[in-house]
C-alpha cells in the first residue's frame, strides 16, 4: 500500500525539476544513486547490451543484472520498456 502511495503521488508531479527535489526530499543520495543506477540497467537491457558488459560499465554485480533482465521478462517491469523508449 505504501509503494502504491508513492507512486500516486509522484505520478501527481508533471514537472522534472519538482520531482527531482521531491526525490531529494524523501531518499538519501545513496537510494537516489541505487534508483538511478537501475533505472540505467533497464536502458541498457532494452538496447540488447550483454549483461557482463552492464557489469563493467556500471560497477555492479551481475545478479542485480539478472534481477532485472528477469524482471523485463516476466515481472511487474513489462511495461518499463515502453516508458524508456
Not at 507512486?7 to 543520495?29: E, Y
Amino acid at each position: 500500500m505504501l509503494i502504491k502511495e508513492l507512486a500516486q503521488t509522484v505520478v501527481k508531479i508533471k514537472d522534472a525539476q519538482k520531482a527531482t527535489a521531491f526525490l531529494h526530499a524523501i531518499l538519501t543520495p545513496a537510494e537516489l544513486e541505487q534508483i538511478a543506477q537501475r533505472l540505467q540497467i533497464f536502458r541498457l537491457l532494452i538496447k540488447g547490451v550483454p549483461q557482463r558488459e552492464i557489469s563493467k560499465q556500471l560497477g555492479v554485480s551481475i545478479g542485480t543484472i539478472t534481477h532485472g533482465s528477469r524482471e523485463l521478462k516476466y515481472g511487474s517491469a513489462r511495461e518499463i520498456e515502453a516508458i524508456l523508449k
